[in-house]
């Protein structure tokens, strides 16, 4: 069964501590792993990575892919309390049934 | 654009009641999707589709119908609503070239009591 899982759950740190989020996967077919960032409505289009290897980057946000060992992880470097959000990872199967797999999501707080 | 847009924001149900979600997109995107989303359980795919005319299941059809009879419009309906039908409900949209990258609608709230 294909899966995506995201950790931590749930992450509490101080304003200007960089974090690192985690996403394993599972998943036939791979054809990408997309991240997105909800805050109290829909969630929003970060990033797709589809190569090993090559660091994607926004501003203080950055992710990479490894697809030897099936995972991705996202950087927030000086993170900011408008950066407490959840975190989706998810993985699009291809071949001939084009699925996003999600992951549950991490919870990152940042205090002042 | 409106992007995508959604209605109603909020519902309540009783039991066994049917309604229709509505959700309809104006980027001329061939794919779109219904998604829910439960607490710790992240975003889970109901139906989506290609384009029009065409529909498929996702991780959780059962007790909901789809149709697209036009690339704008993709309604979700619920043929007899249940508790375990609570959530929050998305649509989504993104160009068929990508699949990727989807465009949220704002979401609607049902609740079934």
């Known amino acids: 069964e294909d899966k995506v899982v995201q950790s931590p759950l749930s992450l509490v740190v101080h304003e200007g501590d960089t974090v690192t989020l985690n996403c394993s996967y599972e998943?036939?077919?791979?054809?990408?792993l997309l991240w997105y960032k909800q805050e109290k409505k829909a969630p929003t289009f970060l990033f797709m990575l589809t190569s090993s290897g090559i660091e994607k980057k926004s501003g203080r946000l950055s992710s990479i892919l490894d697809k030897k060992e099936l995972f991705s992880i996202l950087n927030i470097t000086a993170t900011q309390t408008g950066d407490s959000a959840v975190y989706l990872c998810a993985v699009m199967r291809g071949g001939s049934n084009y699925q996003l797999i999600w992951g549950a999501g991490t919870k990152l707080i940042i205090k002042p | 654009n409106a992007g995508v847009t959604q209605t109603p924001k909020f519902q309540v149900l009783k039991t066994g009641q049917s309604m229709t979600l509505q959700c309809a997109q104006d980027m001329n995107h061939e794919y779109m999707s219904w998604y829910r989303q439960d607490p710790g359980m992240g975003l889970r795919l109901i139906h989506y589709?290609?384009?029009?005319?065409?529909?498929d299941q996702g991780e959780v059809p059962n007790g909901y119908n789809v149709s697209r009879s036009t690339t704008e419009d993709f309604p979700l309906r619920l043929l007899s609503a249940a508790p375990s039908q609570t959530s929050v409900y998305f649509c989504a949209s993104s160009p068929w070239s990508g699949g990727e990258t989807q465009y949220f609608g704002p979401g609607t709230r049902l609740l079934v009591l």
């Open positions: 998943v036939t077919n791979f054809r990408s």
């Open positions: 589709s290609v384009g029009a005319g065409i529909t």
